[in-house]
């Protein structure tokens, strides 16, 4: 207690997080309900700045043709992202937080009423560039996938464990720079896996190609089994 104005005396502590997190929940669900009264898939993109989600998403839009895409894009500043985006001829809205280190469920509730979903069966969701903030705010998508390229090392499930226990999806990207980097696949996957089980891990390059159409199919299959 501050002995000059008695503040701390009599107080209940109050968990805002808590309350923050509550309430995104709520916001998370109205979104999944507005996506599959729409009959949209989504997919959310978590990943340390840099690691290609926006480049993966332009690799696979070639492979899933005949597929309706749009996409929402999460930054801190500019909207080079969704106009990369756009470039490709796919609808993108983009969000720009000004500084917040994730997107929240009530940001992506604006975002799907700015953004048409007519003839859209699937909705990729570009977080932030950040692996821990984003791991505890759900969107609302049906997936998570969580993205680690081959320069950030191999020892990031260790060091951010919730991101890939809150995941559907590990991908290694930037596998076209494993013969130069010193990466141990095979201890990142089992790092990865000893933290969620049930994760499904890809190794691709949006660069070469390699594993792209593995991965979507990965998402034609997800597509049948939601509709």
Known sequence: MCEECGCGEGNQVVDVGEDILRENLKFAAHNREHLDEHGVFSVELISAPGSGKTSLIEALSDHLGGIGIAVIEGDIETARDAERIRAKGIPAFQLTTGGACHLDARLV????????????KLLFIENVGNLVCPAAFRLGAHQRWVILSVPEGDDKPAKY?????????????????????EFDLGRVNQEALSLNPYLKAFTVSAKTGEGIPELAEHLRSSLKISG
């Open 161 to 181: 464990p919730r991101a890939f226990r809150e995941a559907t999806v590990f991908i290694v990207n930037k596998a076209d720079l494993l013969p130069h980097m």
């Open 109 to 120: 509730h604006g975002a799907l009423h700015h953004l048409s979903l007519d003839g859209v």
